[in-house]
């Protein structure tokens, strides 16, 4: 029997399936069996393992501040395709607002932009990306009378687009997208980071800001062994932070540690994507997606392994368990201590985490997009 599952852990452990798999990915409770003779015909596909981290009792913040998703099917608002996946993480700060309202409205974007071009591009995604963020300015500027600390609620944003045996990563922030390449010649398998990540602890992300800032010696600053823009954020680029895109809600009455002592004339943050388009080879194992929770304490190759190591079934509940160990590790503590402690305190220890697994199958990816069959959501939130 072909394997390809997709296995959703949850505190609750229950799921609910389609009757009918799409293109690359399959969403079931247990095994593929549940759809019979339907993926012997598609054999491997593509097998999906995700585990929302913020919904069992790891979780660091007190109210959950990432979401996620998983899309299969056609990526335009109609059946003509084209057809293929999409993968969201997105790893909200400041509260949920941003995340959530990414989680609702990115994806619908794309599939409006790719009904109007009819095929996927980066140019849709791009588009996707733009219409989301001037979506949510409009419900900041909206809601600013009555819940002014909206502008000060943003999210990294994370999304891959697999589609006709193309692999499209588009990121806002400083989550990550690591793909496992076989090295034919000796069998290992290797990490290739595939998003370029905007945190100003990275000496590129501090050189581009002052070069967009000449003006500005504070553009930067170092805070509390930290690197952040203007001394309040690390991430230069995302969804949302209006209150550093937009002069006008850099005021009363957002909160004091949220306003800038002289005002700015253009944006100090961006919401423009790095996107990246790679075409899938037959030695492409598997791909990585996490919020940077995961990557604080695992590097590219330590979570590549892992993944090559061990059975498919739960890989990413074992990546956040490493990470939760190494956490635990740099404060002399056990990883059993670290479980015990309440919410919001475990902020201290560990970021939330968000970690989907996508297994590769070149067979099928190559055709995926001319396959038509019902579309498939999957969503992951606190």
């Known amino acids: 029997m072909a394997r390809a599952y997709l296995l959703c852990c949850k505190v609750e452990e229950d799921a609910n399936h389609s009757e009918v798999p799409g293109p690359e990915f399959f969403w079931a409770l247990i095994k593929c069996g549940l759809f019979g003779g339907f993926l012997d015909e598609m054999r491997d596909v593509i097998w999906v393992d995700e585990f929302f981290e913020g919904l069992l009792p790891a979780k660091a913040n007190n109210l959950l501040e990432d979401q996620s998703q998983l899309e299969s099917g056609s990526l335009s608002l109609n059946d003509s395709g084209p057809?293929?996946?999409?993968?969201?993480?997105?790893?909200?700060?400041?509260?949920?607002?941003t995340s959530r309202y990414v989680n609702d409205h990115l994806f619908q974007h794309l599939k409006r932009f790719t009904s109007e071009q009819q095929s996927m591009s980066v140019e849709v995604i791009r588009k996707a990306f733009q219409a989301t963020e001037e979506g949510f300015l409009s419900l900041v500027i909206k809601q600013w009378p009555v819940k002014p600390q909206i502008a000060a609620v943003g999210s990294c944003c994370l999304a891959g687009v697999i589609c006709n045996g193309t692999l499209y990563i588009a990121n806002l922030g400083d989550s990550r997208a690591v793909l496992g390449r076989v090295v034919r010649a000796t069998g290992e398998v290797l990490s290739i980071q595939l998003s370029a990540e905007h945190n100003a602890c990275i000496e590129s992300v501090r050189q581009e800001l002052q070069a967009l800032h000449p003006d500005d010696p504070h553009i930067v600053a170092l805070k509390h062994n930290v690197w952040r823009v203007k001394g309040l954020i690390q991430i230069s680029r995302s969804i949302g932070d209006v209150y550093l895109k937009k002069a006008e809600f850099n005021r009363e009455p957002l909160y004091t540690k949220f306003r800038l002592r002289e005002p700015f004339k253009k944006p100090i943050l961006s919401s423009e994507p790095s996107i990246s388009v790679h075409q899938l080879q037959p030695h492409d194992q598997f791909i990585i997606f996490a919020s940077d929770g995961l990557w604080e304490h695992l590097s590219n190759q330590e979570a590549v392994d892992i993944v090559q190591n061990h059975p498919h079934n739960g890989i990413a509940r074992k990546l956040v368990k490493a990470a939760l160990q190494e956490a635990a590790k740099k404060?002399?503590?056990?990883?059993?201590?670290?479980?015990?402690?309440?919410?919001?305190?475990?902020?201290?220890?560990h970021d939330d985490i968000t970690v989907i697994v996508v297994f590769l199958d070149s067979n099928f990816v190559s055709r995926a997009s001319s396959v038509k069959c019902s579309n498939i959501s999957v969503r992951g939130a606190g």
């Open 83 to 97: 057809y293929g996946t999409f993968v969201g993480v997105y790893d909200g700060h400041g509260g949920p607002e």
């Open 331 to 349: 404060r002399e503590m056990r990883y059993s201590d670290l479980k015990k402690i309440d919410r919001g305190v475990r902020r201290h220890f």
